[in-house]
């Protein structure tokens, strides 16, 4: 059985994914907007990878005899100014979620909640791999500069991502 506490930053939580998922679709449709596709694939599968974290905590809070209580998500950006602004934006807020979810460890660590410790271990890794892929991009994005034609080829590459059921 979930504390009140934890059940209420589980389901904080999960708006946060929601939102995660919520900013990424809206940086598809910017990098569609532009004519970026491959950057736009890249990101709309990030936006449904995000929508597949949110469920996994939201399973979570049922299997655990806890309630979901979904409350609004808010409307995220829809314009940067050159694509690597836009990969800052992500590498900012993965780093931000990587923060939320030390703190639900915390409180499970606090709550002495061990089952939902033991679940968040995988979003501690999950949130590893996410700041480094966009850490890459930003990386990537700063060497290619105003450079058109390896711009392209990154889209190109970008174009290739495809969405994988993560497993738990």
Do not use: C
């Not at 005899?65 to 990969?87: H, N």
């Not at 606090?110 to 990386?139: C, G, I, N, P």
Request: a negative charge; charged letters at 30%; glycine letters at 4%.
């Amino acid at each position: 059985m979930l504390s009140e506490r934890m059940e209420k930053a589980l389901n904080k939580q999960i708006n946060a994914e929601m939102y995660s998922s919520y900013l990424y679709l809206s940086m598809s449709a910017f990098f569609e907007r532009i004519g970026l596709k491959g950057f736009a694939n890249w990101m709309r599968v990030q936006a449904r990878e995000e929508l597949m974290h949110a469920m996994k905590i939201y399973d979570y809070v049922h299997e655990r005899g806890g309630r979901v209580k979904l409350s609004s998500i808010e409307q995220p950006p829809s314009e940067w100014k050159t694509p690597l602004d836009a990969f800052n934006a992500v590498l900012n807020h993965e780093r931000k979620v990587t923060s939320m979810i030390n703190e639900l460890v915390d409180i499970a660590l606090e709550e002495r909640d061990h089952a939902t410790y033991t679940m968040l271990q995988w979003f501690v890794m999950e949130q590893v791999e996410e700041e480094a892929s966009a850490k890459d991009l930003v990386e990537r994005l700063s060497l290619v500069g105003d450079d058109k034609g390896a711009l392209i080829s990154l889209d190109l590459e970008l174009a290739k991502r495809q969405f994988v059921e993560e497993n738990e």
